[in-house]
């Protein structure tokens, strides 16, 4: 059985500015988020790891929009739920969710992150900053296997 959560909206109060991603559009995390997520960097460049944030932060409307411009592409609402959360269920609501991808990569959100240092460096350390993966293979959530997909998991979560 595939369990489903609704997840909360962080309220702008909560986020923060915290640069721009990957593909160059502004980047917002949940406040505590941001600072784990700095160290968590700091730290893997230490190790020679270079990691990128590719999505942070994702409100109801923008998820909706992903999911309405996969419907219009000619996707079913079955196959979009596979790969991408329905507006309400993404951990990305919270601000703590980051989509990641390194330097190398072909193509970011895929599977072979998994085969990437980056991810290695990730398996072995990102708890020590308060992350996890989220979407592991045969995950309760009935996703996809996710391995670029780290939530924050801090005190309250």
Known sequence: MVEKIIFL???????????????????????????????????????????????????YEYQQKIIDRKLANGQTLEQISKVNAL????????????????????EVLTEDFEKTQAFKWLTENAYKFGFKMSFPPNNKYGFIYEPWHWCYQNEEN
């Open 87 to 106: 507006a309400g269920q993404s951990e990305h609501h919270t601000g703590r969710a980051i989509d990641l991808t390194t330097t190398g990569e072909k």
């Open 9 to 59: 909206e962080a309220k702008s109060s909560e986020l923060t500015l915290a640069g721009k991603d990957f593909f160059d559009r502004d980047l917002f995390l949940e406040k505590a988020t941001y600072k784990a997520w700095l160290a968590l960097q700091e730290a893997a460049k230490v190790d020679k790891i270079e990691l990128f944030i590719v999505s942070g932060f994702r409100s």
